[in-house]
């Protein structure tokens, strides 16, 4: 883990977090997929990360244990944020410097069939997603 920096699209918003993991996932839930496009790749910012710009930041509340942010001037989305432990969970492509590692992917059963990825990862059912977060 390192400190790493970088923004939204066009600036409004910086972000700072310092417990940044290099293991990168994609999330296949159809909730991802509809808010960025396709899969969400994202990584882990754990609960210690900085906005700023926060005036720019809308908040949608997307379920009973997640919400999403985004930048109200650009668009781009910032993170996906657990309710219950204030976990970070963000798009790779916020940071300046990268040096992730794709390894896992998560609600594999919800994934289309029209793509695929050619990396080896681990592969989780949301089922499995859902049992490990109730355990930390």
């Known amino acids: 883990m390192s400190d790493k920096k970088g923004s939204c ?34 990584v882990d910012a754990g609960t210690d990360v ?28 910032l993170f996906y944020k657990l309710k219950q432990t204030g976990q970070y969970i963000m798009s790779p492509t916020l940071f300046d410097e990268s040096n992730f590692v794709f390894d ?11 793509y695929d990825f050619a990396n080896e990862t681990k592969n989780m059912t949301g089922e499995e997603v859902f049992a490990m977060f109730s355990e930390e």
């Not at 992917?105 to 029209?114: L, M």
């Open 9 to 42: 699209l066009c600036g409004a918003v910086k972000v700072s977090a310092p417990s940044l993991s290099d293991s990168l996932g994609a999330c296949h839930c159809n909730m991802c997929r509809k808010w960025s496009g396709g899969p969400f790749l994202a």
């Open 50 to 77: 900085s906005f700023e710009g926060e005036e720019n930041v809308e908040i949608y509340d997307s379920s009973d244990w997640a919400q999403r942010g985004f930048c109200k001037t650009c668009g781009s989305n």
């Open 104 to 114: 896992h992917q998560v609600f594999i059963e919800e994934k289309p069939p029209y």
